[in-house]
């Protein structure tokens, strides 16, 4: 894929301190406006995202830890190191990751999270989310 197929979106969010502010998500072009209305209907929903900067602006598989939330990052896959993960390609976002961090057979990603969907935290996504509910009505999974 060639760089210039993403695009850098500045976006307004609240965050867990519940004040407005401004971050920086990197995302394919071709999902650019859908993402702005996605991030709105999350702004307006009032849901708490903890930072939201490119990945670059962190030592190197160290957003997750940073609670990052961010869409374009060159890596393999998660499940399968031997292909590259869909954010590779700038199609998908990590939201409040160390909060709702990715399970696979090796374990929980970023190391020290806790995938507990059940506890009461800022920013938790489970199957029952308003900020679920808004990604998959825009056909996200």
Sequence with gaps: ?????????????????????????????RLAKETVEIFGELFAAGFPIERMQPYEDFPIGEYGASNDTVGFYCRPAEDNPKIFSSHAYGISV?????????????????????????????????????????????DWI
């Design 1 to 29: 894929m060639p760089l210039d197929d993403l695009v850098s979106i500045h976006l307004n969010y609240v965050g867990f301190d519940d004040a407005v502010q401004d971050g920086v998500l990197v995302v394919h072009h």
């Design 94 to 138: 990590d939201v409040n990751p160390m909060t709702n961090p990715y399970h696979d057979p090796r374990g929980w990603s970023p190391a020290g999270s806790n995938g507990d969907r059940n506890r009461s935290v800022p920013g938790l996504l489970n199957a029952e989310s308003e900020v679920v509910r808004i990604f998959m009505g825009h």
